[in-house]
């Protein structure tokens, strides 16, 4: 009996993955400098709420218009790309057959044996081989537009409420450090967890998304507080 293949490749979550991570934390880095430098320009805590509502839902709307579009017209590459294909099959079969046979060569096959591969995908399905080993495309790595444009929109939604709930449930005179530094928490947990998922080192993960948050911050910050005196 054929063993059960147990093996979790990584690469078939990273389409929603990668834009959960970065709608995620988009959310929490725009949302939380646009709170700090509200703050730092205003003294009214509503101001901050309401400053704070409009930037999450301008940004998940932009998030979501963003990577439909992005990934729409990734799509739309990839079904011109397989029309063309579909077309030199049609055409030219004998050259398309030495082009998967060079490609099974390049792949470390001896030239009798890729022939025969080739020969047999071909009889099998030419479309589905050519567009597997040629145009190297799978459905684990096309996206699906809406798909992906929700689950940044959400992502963004679930980060950028981290730091508006922070900022509604904090007293006004301390906003600005709390916010900070749950928004920077924030960051390390999303920076891990990314890092862990993804396979890749955690502490690098980490400070690469601490490192932007906070800069982000303290720059609108600063803006906002210069702002706050011009006015
Ligand atoms: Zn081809």
Redesign the pocket.
């Known amino acids: 009996m054929r063993k059960h293949h147990s093996e979790n490749h990584r690469t078939q979550h990273i389409g929603w993955l990668r834009a959960a991570v970065l709608g995620a934390n988009d959310g929490i880095v725009s949302t939380a400098s646009l709170i700090l430098g509200v703050a730092a320009a205003s003294s009214s805590q509503s101001a901050v709420l309401v400053a704070g509502v409009a930037g999450l839902v301008a940004g998940a709307m932009s998030m979501a218009a963003g990577e439909y579009v992005s990934v729409s017209s990734q799509s739309d590459t990839e079904q011109a790309d397989i029309a063309r ?1 579909r077309i ?2 049609a055409t030219d079969s004998v050259h ?1 057959l030495a ?2 046979t060079a490609i099974y060569v390049h792949r470390g096959l001896d030239h009798n044996l890729a022939h025969q591969v080739a020969k047999q995908l071909t009889a099998h399905d030419a479309l589905a081989a ?1 567009t597997r080993d ?1 145009l190297g495309l799978t459905d684990t790595v096309s996206a699906n537009p809406l798909q992906a444009a929700m689950a940044s929109a959400l992502a963004f939604i679930v980060g950028a409420g981290l730091p508006l709930l922070t900022a509604w449930l904090t007293p006004y005179s301390t906003l600005t450090p709390v916010v900070a530094a749950t928004s920077l928490l924030f960051l390390v947990v999303l920076g891990a967890l990314a890092a862990y998922t993804g396979g890749a080192g955690i502490g690098k993960g980490i400070a690469r998304v601490v490192f932007w948050g906070a800069l982000a911050m303290a720059i609108t910050a600063g803006v906002g507080k210069w702002f706050g005196v011009a006015a």
Do not use: F
Request: aromatic share 0%.
């Open positions: 294909e030199e099959l398309e082009e998967l050519h040629e």
